[in-house]
C-alpha cells in the first residue's frame, strides 16, 4: 500500500534516526529552544503517525497472507520437485544412449577407406592455409625491404599521393609484425618516412594556404590524411590564417592591461574597451572569409571552423586571461563594469560566430567520413584539442585503427561536442571573475560609496542640516543599489543573486554604519542659533539650555530620516524580491525547455555558468525561498480543516536593517542622554551629600530634659524634589512632540523597551478606548501597527526613560554613597519612597529600586536577618551595598 504524500517527511525524517527517542527530540524542538525553528504542528504530525501506522498494519497483513500463500505453493511444490529432477534424469541417460548409439552406426556406414582420405583432406587444407599466410609474410617482407627507396623516390618525383598510398599500404601490415622483435625497427622507420612526406610538403602547403588554393590545399589534406597526419595538417592550416589576427592582439599595446606601455609613451596604445570591438571585428571578417575556404577543403566545415576559432583564442599571447587580470587589477574596485563590458563585446561576437556558424551549416551537405580519415581520427582522442601552432614534425608511433560502423558514429559525437567547444573557449576566461561576482560588486558598491562621501561636505554641514543631508545621501545609495540588479543580470545572468544580496545588504550596512558612528562621534552640536519648535511659555520651567532643544531635534530628526531610510528599504527589498524572482522563473523555463529559453548568450557560456560554483545549493534554497514566497501554493479543500500558517517572506536585507535599527538606537540613546542631562546634574553631589553621615536620631528628638519627643516623619530632600519635578515635566515635553512620527519610529530599540511591553501599551490603550479589548492579539510576536498610537510612543518613551535613569541612580549615584549614618539612612528610605511614588505615576517599575528603598529602610536586626538568608540563596548585589553602608558587616 502506497504511503501517502502528506506523510513523506515523516517517512524520510524516520529513516534518518537509530531511535524514535532521538527522532522525537529533534522533531519537536522545546520551548527554550534558541534557533527561529517554527514550532512543529503536533495535530499534523499525530495525524500523519496514525495514518503511517494504520498503512503499515495494513501491509503487514497483506505481507503475512502473501508468505503464508508463498509457504503453501512451496510444502505442495517440494514432494513433485523430486519426482520431476528424477525424471530429467532418466530422460537424460536415455538420450546419452541414443547419441552413442547414432554416433557409433554414423562410424560404421563410413568406409575405412573413405575416413581415411578425409583425414588427409583436412590435413593438406591445413597446410594450404599455413602456406598462404607464410607467403603473405614473406611479400609483406620483400614490401617492407624496399620501402625505404619507393617511397624516397616517390618524394623525389613529387609523386606526393602515390607516396602516401604507398606508406598507407604499409602501415596496414604493420599489425603483421606486432609482438616480434621486427615491430619497433619498421615503427620507427615508417614515422621516419612519414616525416620526410611532411617536410617535403610543408612548403608547398604554406604556400597554397598563404595564396589560398582550396584546390591545392583540399589534395594536401588528402595526403595528410593518408599518412594518419590530418591533425598537423590543421595545425599549419589554423597557424597560416591566423597569424596576422595573432599580430594584431600581440602589438597592440594597451593601456589599462599592460601599464609599462604607457610609461613607455607607446604612439598605438588603446584602452581594452577601444581595442575589443576592433579586433573581434577583424576575427569576424576572418571567419566570413574562411567560411568559405574552410567548407571546400575540409569535410567536416562546422567542426574544422570552432577549432580554428578556439585555436586563435588559446594561441594569443598574452593569453585572454591574462590580459582580463591586468584589466581588473588596472582599473581597482570599479573593475566589474569594466569587465561587463569586455564581456558584453564578447557576447555580441560570440551572436555573430554563431550566424556564420549557421551559414556553414546550411551551405554544407553532410559529409562521411573515409576509413583513413576515421582511421586518423580515432588514433588520437585529443586530435582536435591540440593546441599547439608550432610547425614541427611530430615523432609520435603510428597504430593501426579499424574502420568500423562504431568509430564512425563516435567521431559524429565527437564532432557535434567539439563544435560546441568555440564559445567556451571565448567565454572561459571571464568565469573566475564571474564566480567571484559578490566580491567584485561588494568592492565597486565601496567605490560608489566613497565616490558619493568624498563629495560630501558633512564636515562644512551645519547640525541641523545633516538629518537632510542623510536623507538626500540615502536616494544616491539606494540609486546605486539598485543598478546592482542590472549588473548581475548582465554579468552572470542571474547565477550570482546570493553574492548580489550579500553585497548590496554589505554595502548598505557600511552606509549606515558610517553615518552612526558619525552621531557617536559628535560630542556637541552647533552654536548657531537655533529655532526651537516650541514656545518660552509652554516649558520654560523645565532646566533645558537652547544647546539642549537643539541636540532633542537633530536627534529626532535623525530619526525621522531613519524611518525615510527604513521605507526606502522596504521599497528597495520588495525590488530585489521581484528581480530574484524573475531569476528563478527563468531558471524553471530554461530547465523545462531549454531549446526556447536559454540563460546567457550562447549554449556554452550558459554551460560554463551552470558548472560553476555560482551554481550552488544556497542559489536554488535561496531562489524556491523567493518563488515560493511570490507564488503562495493554492488552498486545497482537502486542507480545509486544518490551520493553515502562511510564513512571513524572509528577510533578505538583515545586516543593513541591523544597522538601521543601532542607528535608531544611538538616535535613541543620544535623545535620552539630552533630556535627563538636567536630572543627572541635580544627581552629580548627590553621593556626598552630608545628610548621610548626620547623627541626629531621626525618630526622636531630645530635650534638655531628657525627654525623648517623637517625631514625623522626614520630609524628601530638595535635590529629590528638583529631580521629582523634572521626571513629571516629562509627559508635558512628550505632549509637545506628541505629533512628530519619529518618536515612534523603532520604539523596540528603545532601552527597556521589549516588543511584549509595546503589545500590551497598545492592548491597554485599545481597550482605554473603546471601554472593552475588541481584538486580543496573540502574544508571542509582537507586530509593528502602520500608525503607532501617540499614547502609546509617549508611554514608551517614558518608560524608557525612568528605566535610564533610575539605573543611573541604583549603579552609579546611590553605591557611590560612602557610608550611612541612622538619619542618613532614614533621609535616603524617604528619597527613595518619594522616587518611588513618582515613576509609579510613569507607569515605571524599577526592581534595583524597590531593592534600595527596602533595605535602607531595614533596621540592624532585619538586615543581618536578610544578609543571613542570601548567603544560602545567593548574593544580593544591592543588599551588599547597603550592608557596606549601613555597617553590618
Known amino acids: 500500500m502506497a504511503v501517502p504524500t502528506l506523510a513523506h517527511q515523516v517517512v524520510d525524517s524516520l529513516e534518518q534516526y537509530d531511535d524514535v527517542v532521538s527522532w522525537i527530540n529533534d522533531t519537536i524542538p522545546t520551548g527554550d529552544s534558541d534557533d527561529d525553528t517554527p514550532p512543529t504542528d503536533l495535530t499534523e504530525l499525530d495525524h500523519q503517525i496514525t495514518q503511517l501506522l494504520t498503512t503499515l498494519d495494513i501491509a503487514s497483513e497483506d505481507t503475512s497472507a502473501e508468505l503464508e500463500r508463498i509457504i503453501d505453493d512451496v510444502s505442495r511444490g517440494i514432494p ?49 592455409e599455413r602456406m598462404t599466410a607464410a607467403r603473405e609474410v614473406l611479400r609483406e617482407a620483400e614490401s617492407w625491404s624496399t ?24 602501415n596496414k601490415s604493420m599489425v603483421v609484425f606486432q609482438n616480434t622483435t621486427e615491430y619497433d625497427p619498421r615503427r620507427t622507420l615508417m614515422v621516419n618516412l612519414q616525416n620526410q612526406l611532411e617536410a617535403a610538403l610543408s612548403t608547398a602547403l604554406l604556400s597554397a594556404i598563404n595564396s589560398q588554393d582550396s584546390a591545392a590545399c583540399k589534395d594536401y589534406f588528402s595526403i595528410f590524411s593518408t599518412i594518419q597526419r590530418e591533425s598537423e595538417f590543421r595545425n599549419y592550416y589554423y597557424a597560416s590564417r591566423r597569424s596576422a589576427l595573432v599580430s594584431l592582439w600581440q602589438d597592440t599595446a594597451i593601456l589599462d592591461c599592460d601599464p609599462s606601455t604607457k610609461l613607455a609613451g607607446t604612439t598605438n596604445a588603446q584602452t581594452l574597451a577601444d581595442f575589443l ?42 593569453t585572454v586571461p591574462q590580459r582580463l587580470t591586468s584589466y581588473a587589477s588596472y582599473h581597482g574596485e570599479a573593475a566589474l563594469v569594466h569587465l561587463i563590458s569586455a564581456l558584453r563585446a564578447t557576447e555580441e561576437f560570440a551572436v555573430a560566430i554563431e550566424k556564420i556558424m549557421e551559414k556553414v551549416k546550411y551551405s554544407s551537405s553532410p559529409n562521411i567520413l573515409s576509413p583513413r580519415q576515421t582511421s ?4 588520437d582522442p585529443k586530435l582536435h584539442r591540440r593546441r599547439s601552432s608550432r610547425l614541427s614534425i611530430s615523432l609520435r608511433p603510428n597504430q593501426n585503427r579499424s574502420s568500423s560502423s562504431t568509430q ?63 536623507r538626500e545621501r540615502a536616494v544616491d545609495i539606494f540609486g546605486i543599489a539598485e543598478n546592482s540588479m542590472a549588473r548581475c543580470k548582465s554579468f552572470t545572468y542571474g547565477y550570482g543573486v546570493v553574492g548580489l544580496v550579500h553585497a548590496v545588504d554589505g554595502f548598505l550596512q557600511s552606509f549606515i554604519e558610517m553615518w552612526t558612528a558619525d552621531i557617536r562621534a559628535d560630542t556637541g552640536y552647533s552654536s548657531r542659533p537655533t529655532q526651537v519648535s516650541v514656545s518660552d511659555s509652554e516649558l520654560s520651567d523645565m532646566d533645558y539650555s537652547a544647546e539642549d532643544w537643539s541636540g532633542i531635534q537633530l536627534s529626532l530628526h535623525f530619526l525621522s530620516s531613519a524611518r525615510t531610510v527604513y521605507d526606502r528599504m522596504n521599497v528597495f527589498e520588495a525590488k530585489l524580491r521581484a528581480y530574484i524572482s524573475q531569476v528563478a522563473t527563468h531558471f524553471r523555463l530554461s530547465s523545462n525547455d531549454p531549446s526556447n529559453f536559454s540563460i546567457a548568450a550562447t549554449k556554452g557560456e550558459s554551460l560554463l555558468l551552470e558548472q560553476s560554483t555560482l551554481n550552488s545549493a544556497e542559489l536554488h534554497t535561496l531562489l524556491t525561498t523567493v518563488e515560493n514566497e511570490s507564488n503562495p501554493p493554492p488552498f486545497s479543500a482537502s486542507l480545509r480543516h486544518q490551520p493553515v500558517t502562511m510564513p512571513a517572506a524572509e528577510v533578505l536585507l538583515v545586516n543593513a536593517r541591523k544597522a538601521l535599527s543601532a542607528f535608531a538606537q ?27 553621615i548626620s547623627t541626629a536620631d531621626p525618630s ?106 533610575l539605573e543611573h541612580l541604583t549603579v552609579d549615584i546611590l553605591p557611590a554613597i560612602p557610608s550611612l549614618t541612622n538619619a542618613g539612612a532614614a533621609q535616603l528610605a524617604s528619597d527613595l519612597e ?45 543588599l551588599e551595598h547597603v550592608a557596606k553602608l549601613r555597617g553590618w558587616r
Open 80 to 128: 513433485r520437485l523430486a519426482y520431476d529432477l528424477h525424471f530429467m534424469k532418466d530422460g537424460a541417460s536415455t538420450l546419452q544412449n541414443a547419441l552413442v548409439g547414432v554416433l557409433q552406426r554414423s562410424r560404421d556406414a563410413v568406409p575405412k577407406e573413405t575416413s581415411e582420405a578425409l583425414d588427409n583432406l583436412h590435413q593438406l587444407d591445413t597446410i594450404k
Open 147 to 170: 620501402l625505404e627507396q619507393e617511397v624516397t623516390s616517390l618524394i623525389a618525383e613529387r609523386s606526393y599521393a602515390k607516396a602516401a598510398e604507398r606508406l598507407s599500404e604499409a
Open 277 to 318: 570591438p576592433r579586433f573581434f571585428a577583424s576575427f569576424i571578417a576572418l571567419l566570413n572569409t574562411e567560411r568559405t575556404s574552410i567548407s571546400s577543403v575540409f569535410p567536416d566545415p562546422s567542426t574544422t571552423l570552432s577549432q580554428f576559432i578556439s585555436s586563435t583564442m588559446t594561441s594569443l599571447q598574452p
Open 376 to 379: 586518423s581520427a580515432a588514433e
Open 408 to 470: 564512425s558514429v563516435s567521431r559524429a559525437v565527437a564532432n557535434a561536442a567539439e563544435s560546441m567547444e568555440w564559445d567556451q573557449e571565448l567565454f572561459q576566461p571571464f568565469i573566475d571573475f564571474q564566480t567571484d561576482y559578490g566580491s567584485l560588486e561588494r568592492q565597486y558598491l565601496e567605490h560608489s560609496l566613497l565616490e558619493v562621501v568624498s563629495n560630501d561636505t558633512r564636515d562644512r554641514v551645519q547640525a541641523l542640516d545633516k538629518p537632510r543631508l542623510f
Open 666 to 692: 544611538t538616535c535613541q540613546k543620544s535623545t535620552t542622554k539630552t533630556i535627563l542631562s538636567p536630572l543627572r546634574n541635580h544627581l552629580a553631589g548627590y553621593a556626598s551629600s552630608p545628610a548621610w
Open 700 to 805: 526622636t528628638s531630645i530635650s534638655s530634659s531628657e525627654l525623648r519627643v517623637p517625631t514625623f516623619s522626614l520630609s524628601h530632600s530638595e535635590t529629590m524634589q528638583r529631580i521629582a519635578e523634572g521626571l513629571l515635566n516629562l509627559p508635558r515635553l512628550f505632549e509637545v512632540y506628541a505629533d512628530d512620527d519619529a518618536l515612534s519610529f523603532s520604539l523596540e530599540t528603545l532601552p527597556f523597551v521589549q516588543s511584549e511591553m509595546l503589545q500590551s501599551l497598545s492592548e491597554q490603550t485599545t481597550h482605554d478606548m473603546s471601554g472593552q479589548q475588541t481584538h486580543r492579539r496573540r502574544a508571542s510576536v509582537y507586530v509593528k501597527p502602520s500608525k503607532i498610537d501617540p499614547e502609546v510612543v509617549s508611554s514608551a518613551w517614558l518608560i524608557s526613560l525612568g528605566h535610564t535613569f
Open 834 to 878: 518619594y522616587l518611588s511614588n513618582i515613576v509609579r505615576a510613569l507607569n515605571v517599575e524599577h526592581s534595583a529600586l524597590e531593592k534600595w528603598k527596602t533595605y535602607i529602610s531595614m533596621d540592624a536586626t532585619e538586615g543581618l536577618k536578610a544578609l543571613a538568608e542570601t548567603n544560602v540563596d545567593g548574593i544580593d548585589q544591592v
